[in-house]
Each structure stands twice: as C-alpha cells, then as structure tokens.
C-alpha cells in the first residue's frame, strides 16, 4: 500500500491555501442582496486567493459551492455580512448580504488581491519558478479585518490541525450567529464568527468541551478585550502591526505573522516558529529535511520582500520531505485542565 495514498496533509501544507472550487456558470440565488462586479487583471483562481481564510473543510465560515462560487461570512466593523463570489469569464460578481454587505463590496477587490503585485516576484529556484508557472491566479488577498485570523491562528497554536479546526467548529456554532441572507439555507447552515464581548463571555467549560487548553483560551480573552486596538492595526504597515499583536501575550512572531498574512495580504511575513515548515522549505531548495528557522531564512534571503509569497509556491508544489515520526499526538480531551 506505500505510495498509494498521498500523504495526510498538515497544517502547514495545507496553508499552501489551496481549495478545489467546481467549476460552472453561477447559478442565480434566492433573495438576491447587493452586488458589485469586478474585473481584476490578470488571471484569478478563487481557490488559490480564498483557500488560506478557510479553517478546515468543515469551516461554518467559509463554503465553496458547486457552481463554482466561495460563499464567506464575517464580522465586519459595522455588523456581520455574507459574501458569495464568483467569476464567470475574466468578470468577478460579488453579492452580499447584511449589514456588513456594502464594506465587504467594497473590500472586494483588495480581498481578491488587487493590492498585490505579483510582477514583483522573481523566482531564483526551478522548482518555485514551476510552481509558479502552474499558478498563475494566485493573489495574495487582504481581508481587513484582524480578528477574524487572529482567534483562528490563537487555536491552531501547537496542536493538531484537527484539534484546531474543531474547537473554531464548534465555539462559531454555538456562540456565533447565522450568516445573514440564504447562506443559511444554501450549502449548509453558515455562521458568523461570535462578537468580542461574546468571546469574552465563553465559560471556562465550553472551552474544555472544545478542546482548548486555558493558556490559549486566556490568549484569545487577553486578545477580545483589546480588540478594538488590534483591528486598527490594519491601517499600520506590516510590521507595525505585528507589533501590535505581539504586545498581546500569547502571541508571538509565528500567530502574527500568520494573522497579517491574511489581514494585509503580507507578501514577505514569512511564518517563523512553525513545527513543519522550515523542513519544507530546506527540503524544496537545498535537500535539507532537518532545518530551522534559520537556514529556511536564509534560504529565502533570495525572495526579501516576497518570502511568504515565495513559502506559499513551495508548499503549493507539492515537495515535501516523508514523514520520519509520528503525528503530534492529540491532546487528551480530558486533560487539558491540567496544562
């Protein structure tokens, strides 16, 4: 059976940030809201730009339809709003739904990656410029918005990407609101991520029942009750807000890094810190299975000012090093009072 099956993805591959989206014409949908249409330059692969926002296949989030088209729900800063896109030819039709309809429209374009400039992307390597080649739609969104990476990246922090995606499942499904307009009815019940007071207001158990232990429980309460801080950082250049989210303890170079990269589509915020990466990394360029953070940075030297754009290629290639010891064990449920 060796070689049958593609090895189980981790969390690390699988923030290549790639989702399969069907193709099709967009079918119309029930009690339409708000549109706008948006040509962008060049080509788009929604899957590429949107994958990285997605936190697992279940995401009550985030839903890819069969039409083609990747439904959204957010926290705005002005209410929650549900965001379907889909392109059809070189068009891209954004509909919308709630209070926050009208600033997800007009986010549409940068969360799409208008604000990126991939012509300033040189590959130095065979295998990132192939990669590349294969991936001509890939952007590099920016969504606006901290909160909605920040909490997400907070559980992810050393656990199993299992574990992660189901503790967001279920604290969005149970303490969060129904997306506004059809996507509640329309390729299964949506959610909107809860508001920071509701964050605030988790009880102690149902962080337990959700498998978080209390260090990154306390993380994302520190995080909630400055929020409105953290999301002025979006106005901030790169580092600036990396900063900011690092006076939060809790979190550090690694949960920043992967919150701006989503936030302000960062090109150069390269994740450091992270368990599967820099062996990735050396393994693609130079062979080396066991480097750390500081040879994948100076192997990415090359790519200053394009290295996460530079990461994102080499996981999307599809070159990683076999897997030489057992997956990070999962956390005992019952155990997490005792870290």
Known sequence: MAGRFAPRPTRTTVRGGHVAVPGGVPRPVAAPGRTRTYVPEGPLDLGLVLGPLRRGPADPTFRTMPDGSVWRASLTPVGPGTLRVGVRGGEVLGE???????????????????????????????????????????????????????????????????????????????????APGPAGVVGGRMWVMPSPRTWALIPSW??????????????????????????????????????????VPGVGPWTSAEVVQRSHGAADAVTVGDLHLPGI???????????????????????????????????????????????????????????
């Open 96 to 178: 919308a739904w709630g209070p926050g309809a009208e600033w997800l429209l007009d986010g549409l374009p940068e969360l799409l990656g208008a604000a990126d400039d991939p012509s300033l992307f040189v590959p130095r390597h065979r295998l990132v410029a192939a990669s590349r080649h294969r991936r001509p739609g890939l952007r590099l969104g920016r969504t606006g918005l901290v909160m909605e990476s920040l909490i997400p990246s907070v559980l992810e922090q050393k656990v199993t990407t299992d574990e992660a995606y189901r503790a967001w499942r279920l604290l969005v499904r149970k303490f969060g609101e129904p």
């Open 206 to 247: 149902e962080w337990h029942r959700a498998g978080v232990d209390n260090k990154r429980a306390s993380t994302i309460l520190r995080a909630v009750r400055v929020a409105a801080r953290l999301e002025q950082a979006v106005a901030m250049s790169v580092g600036e807000a990396q900063a900011r989210l690092e006076v």
């Open 281 to 339: 990394v050396g393994w693609a360029l130079a062979g080396d299975r066991d480097a750390d953070d500081s040879v994948m940075l100076s192997l990415l030297e090359p790519y200053a000012g394009q290295r996460h754009r530079a990461a994102r290629l080499i996981l999307l290639s599809g070159r990683t090093p076999g897997r030489r010891a057992p997956r990070m064990p999962r956390m005992p449920r019952g155990d997490i009072g005792r870290l």
